[in-house]
Nanobody
Framework: QVQLVESGGGLVQAGGSLNVSCAAS????????IGWFRQAPGKERSFVAR????????YYANSVKGRFTISRDNAKNTVYLQMNSLKPEDTAVYYC???????????????????WGQGTQVTVSS
C-alpha cells in the first residue's frame, strides 16, 4: 500500500504563501493521479486540486483557481501544493490523495481516491 505524508502546513497571515508537500512511499506514484482536498471544522471535505500522472493537466476548485498551483516531481515521488494569496477561508486541514486508476470523471469526489494522507493543518490569520 502506498503511504502518503503531508508536510509544510502551519500558520500564515492573509496574503501570504505556503507550500505543502505530499511525500509518497511504499510504491511509486508516478502513474497515479493525485488530488488535494481540504476540510474545515464543521464542513465536508472539499476538492482543491488534481494533477494527472505526467503533470500535464491540472484541475482546480474555483475558490482557489489562480492562487494555488499543484505540481509533482515523480523522481522524488512527491506532489506539491503551492498556495499564494492565502485567505482566512483557506484555513483547513489539507489532505493529499492518490487515484491509481486515473479516472478523469468525478475528480472532485473523495470516493475517486484510494489512498489518503493524514492531513496537515493550514491556518490563515486575518
Amino acid at each position: 500500500q502506498v503511504q502518503l505524508v503531508e508536510s509544510g502546513g502551519g500558520l500564515v497571515q492573509a496574503g501570504g504563501s505556503l507550500n505543502v508537500s505530499c511525500a509518497a512511499s511504499g510504491r511509486t506514484i508516478s502513474s497515479y493521479y493525485i488530488g488535494w482536498f481540504r476540510q474545515a471544522p464543521g464542513k465536508e471535505r472539499s476538492f482543491v486540486a488534481r494533477i494527472t500522472s505526467g503533470g500535464g493537466t491540472t484541475y482546480y476548485a474555483n475558490s482557489v483557481k489562480g492562487r494555488f498551483t499543484i505540481s509533482r516531481d515523480n523522481a522524488k515521488n512527491t506532489v506539491y501544493l503551492q498556495m499564494n494569496s492565502l485567505k482566512p477561508e483557506d484555513t483547513a486541514v489539507y489532505y493529499c490523495a492518490a487515484d491509481p486508476l486515473g479516472y478523469t470523471g468525478n475528480y472532485d469526489r473523495t470516493t475517486t481516491y484510494a489512498y489518503w494522507g493524514q492531513g496537515t493543518q493550514v491556518t490563515v490569520s486575518s
